[in-house]
């Protein structure tokens, strides 16, 4: 047995995005789903998945961090629903042509470019309401460091 597939079957093997990205290539080749998986199929199909995820939390109310009040089934469920997601998320990335993880490598810096640290410590305000945005927001008042 190769070292990778041992690992696969202990469970240790790292996921990353490129592994899901050809696991569900796969999937949908082995089953000849290709035909079904266009980018606005996968996109409704996950927004469905959204929709299973939130009904897990609908109703709840505010829940604590880490769950410590779920049982093991729901924490299950929970992570089943959160799978479908990122798994429609990784496929209709790949059948759009994006890659995924090059994408949100790119997003993080741009967001850290839009909310600096100095500007936007312990605020939680859109990045228009920081003071170097004012030309965007003129009418905006307050601003990303209000409140500190
Ligand atoms: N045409 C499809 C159908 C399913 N899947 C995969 C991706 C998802 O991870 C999962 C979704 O399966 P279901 O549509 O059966 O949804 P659930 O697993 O949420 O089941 P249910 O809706 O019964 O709760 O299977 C897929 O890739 N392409």
Not at 38 to 62: C, D, H, T, Y
């Amino acid at each position: 047995m190769s070292l990778s597939s041992s690992r696969a079957m202990a469970g240790t093997e790292a996921v990353t995005l490129e592994s899901l990205r050809k696991k569900m290539a796969d999937f949908a080749r082995e089953r000849d789903w290709e035909q079904f998986h266009s980018p606005r199929n996968l996109l409704l199909a996950m927004v469905g998945e959204v929709g299973e995820l939130s009904e897990i939390f609908q109703w709840k109310g505010e829940v604590a961090k880490g769950l410590p009040d779920w049982g093991e089934d729901e924490k299950q469920h929970l992570g089943e629903e959160l799978s479908d997601v990122l798994l429609y998320l990784v496929r209709l990335s790949d059948m759009c042509g994006v890659d995924l993880g090059k994408a949100a490598l790119r997003k993080l810096d741009l967001n850290a470019a839009k909310y600096p640290v100095h500007l936007c410590k312990g605020s939680s305000g859109k990045h228009t309401d920081n003071p170097s945005d004012a030309n965007e927001n003129p009418k905006s008042g307050g601003g990303a460091t209000e409140g500190l």
